[in-house]
Structures are given as C-alpha cells and as structure tokens.
C-alpha cells in the first residue's frame, strides 16, 4: 500500500523560503510515476503547483514557477518542495501526491497547512 | 492560464442524478483526454473518481461516470446517496505540459 506523508513547518514568515518534504512508503519512488504538489487556500479550490517523474523531469505551473523548486531524493524515497519569497496569498494546506500522468493522482498525503505570518 | 470552469454548487435529492460540467479550452480539456475528477469531504485530502474522461479506478462505486464533449467534460452521479454530498474538482492535462484543476462543485444532496 503506498503510503505519502508530508512534513514541515506549521508556521512561516513573510518573504521567507517554504520547504516541505514528502516521504513515501510502500513504493521505491526511482521506479515510476509522477510525483506532485497541490495547495488549496482555506476555503478555496485546489492548485497545482508542480510535479517531478522519477527520471526527474520537472514540471512547474507557471504562475508559480519563478518561485518554486521541487527535487527528488531517491536515497531517502523522498521528494521535496520550496516555495521562496512567500506572502500570507501562500497560506495552504499543500498536499503531495503520486499519479500515472500529471493529472491523474491515484495516491495523495493527508496534507499539511502551513499558514505565512510574521 | 485560467482555471477550468465548473458550477459552484449542484443538488439532488437522494436517488436522483446530476451532472457536473467542466468546461475548458481546446488547448486543454478539448485537446486530450487527459481529464480527471476528485471528490473531497471537509477536512480531507482529494480522492481520484474518474481518471482520462471516463475510466474509474478500483474500487469507486459504478453509480459515477465521466464523459466529454468538446471543450467540455461532466461527471455524472446516479442513483444520489447522502455520502456522495463532497466537494468536486476536475483537472486537465494541457498543450503545454501543466495541470489545471477546476474551481470545485459542491454537491448537496438534499
């Protein structure tokens, strides 16, 4: 049973660098698939914010790309988000998922909010 | 890039259907069959229903299905019960390698 679970910090400040990883388990993440970030505003709809494929080929959402960097460290069956120059806009709960294309997530985390105040 | 277009709240009585459009672009919706919808209940992560236009994975229920016309997809929930009452996104694959999802539905189930 693959199992996704996103960590990092609750709480960021303005202007500062948002990272968060994801550890998977229950599946060698070097072996396949699309690994991905979705944030969703509370009260608000989801966003797509990025995903890797194993090879390690990135894809970005271009509204956000100038301020996002997702890697992937197969030694630790992880991968990982930073979001730089954040504002309170950012406030999320982010979710991290792994999918058979780009839009197609069959496995997501719980998700986690991270909220951007000084 | 826009969000895809979707209705902001659909209801039904229990047993009845309804439908839930998501209307995109033919640089999106109507260029592949790359379309997806996810259900998600308060305070829980987005669960995949229906995955390029009309296949359901494993294990979700055959009162849901997907179909596309155009630039428009729609999901279909026959035969309403109380728990299908969620939030619904769609999201498509795009001409330029990025992903949009929808604005959300929420579904009542009266």
């Known amino acids: 049973q693959v199992q996704l679970q996103e960590s990092g910090p609750g709480l960021v400040k303005p202007s500062e660098t948002l990272s968060l990883t994801c550890a998977v388990s229950g599946y060698s993440i070097s072996s396949g698939y699309y690994w991905g970030w979705i944030r969703q505003p509370p009260g608000k709809g989801l966003e797509w914010i990025g995903s890797i494929y194993h090879s390690g080929t990135i894809y970005y959402n271009p509204s956000l790309k100038s301020r996002v960097t997702i890697s992937i460290d197969t030694s630790k069956n992880q991968f990982s988000l930073k979001l730089s120059s954040v504002t309170a806009a950012d406030t999320a709960v982010f979710y991290c998922a792994r999918g058979s294309h780009l839009e197609l997530l069959h496995y997501w985390g719980q998700g986690t909010l991270v909220t951007v105040s000084s | 890039q826009s969000a895809l277009t979707q209705p902001a709240s659909v209801s039904g009585s229990p047993g009845q259907s309804v439908t839930i459009s998501c209307t995109g672009t033919s640089s999106d919706v109507g260029i592949y069959n790359y379309v997806s919808w996810y259900q998600q209940h308060p305070g829980k992560a987005p669960k995949l229903m229906i995955y390029?236009?009309?296949n359901r994975p494993s294990g979700v229920s055959n009162h849901f299905s997907g179909s596309k016309s155009g630039n428009t997809a729609s999901l279909t929930i026959s035969g309403l019960q109380a728990e299908d009452e969620a939030d619904y996104y769609c999201?498509?694959?795009?001409?330029?390698?990025?992903?949009?999802f929808g604005g959300g539905t929420k579904l009542t189930v009266l």
């Open positions: 390029e236009v009309s």
């Open positions: 999201s498509s694959f795009t001409s330029t390698s990025t992903v949009l």
